[in-house]
């Protein structure tokens, strides 16, 4: 079976300090990743989406970057945070060939920046 | 990209039914539509998907008028676990669900 994995779970960082949110899947090969970004008491926006190792699009500007060393890892980084990146951040997979391409969540990493 | 409409809040009881309808009027061709359930501090869970007519699993129902305009999602019985926030979707690959939108929050009470 699929399993995709977040970390850390909470995070708490002062603004300007780097970050690095790490997710993993496991169970399934060259899957669709993404990165969600939820403020408090909002919906979930679509941050980056990779269809491959290496290959990053972006949906909105902003001072993240996300990276894809491997398959199955996908990375969310920023090298200044501010404080309005305060946010639940959610990872997602989903498997190429279906139509209909239903996303799987992580647990999430709760980031709040000081 | 198609957007979607929802309540912002729905409010019911244990042993109910409850029937959370959304709006997507400019969905296209090749879109389907997929709704989630999402608890505080978790991700997102999927529920049901469907294209047209109707679709059923062991959680929920998913009706969709030929227009396909609107879809409702149907949660026979709920119960106080039910509560939670209630997202629809739609799209048909990647970049086309851009945004969950403010979902519905459910509230079952005893």
């Known amino acids: 079976s699929q399993t995709i994995h977040q970390w850390p779970a909470t995070l708490v960082q002062p603004v300007g300090s780097p970050l690095s949110l790490e997710c993993t899947v496991e169970?399934?090969?060259?899957?669709?990743l993404y990165w969600y970004r939820q403020a408090a008491g909002r919906g979930l926006q679509l941050l980056f989406y990779?269809?491959?190792?290496?290959?990053i699009s972006s949906e909105v500007p902003q001072n993240l970057s996300a990276s894809r060393p491997q398959d199955r890892q996908f990375i969310l980084s920023s090298k200044k945070l501010l404080l309005s990146d305060s946010g639940f951040y959610l990872c997602?997979?989903?498997?190429?060939?279906?139509?209909?391409?239903?996303?799987?969540f992580g647990p999430g990493t709760r980031l709040l920046v000081l | 990209l198609a957007k979607t409409t929802q309540p912002i809040s729905m409010d019911s009881y244990e042993g109910q039914e409850v029937n959370i309808t959304c709006s997507h009027n400019?969905?296209?061709?090749?879109?389907?539509i997929t709704w989630y359930q999402q608890f505080p501090s978790q991700g997102p869970r999927f529920i049901i998907q469907?294209?047209?007519t109707k679709v059923t699993n062991e959680v929920a129902s998913l009706f969709i008028p030929a227009d396909r305009k609107s879809s409702t999602l149907s949660l026979p019985r709920v119960s106080l676990s039910d509560t939670a926030v209630y997202y629809c979707?739609?799209?048909?690959?990647?970049?086309?669900?851009?945004?969950f939108g403010g979902g519905t929050r459910l509230m079952v009470k005893p």
């Open positions: 169970g399934t090969s060259n899957p669709n």
């Open positions: 400019n969905i296209a061709t090749n879109d389907y």
């Open positions: 979707l739609v799209g048909d690959s990647i970049g086309n669900m851009l945004t």
């Open positions: 469907g294209y047209k």
């Open positions: 997602a997979w989903s498997v190429l060939g279906q139509p209909e391409e239903t996303q799987y």
């Open positions: 990779s269809v491959g190792i290496g290959q």
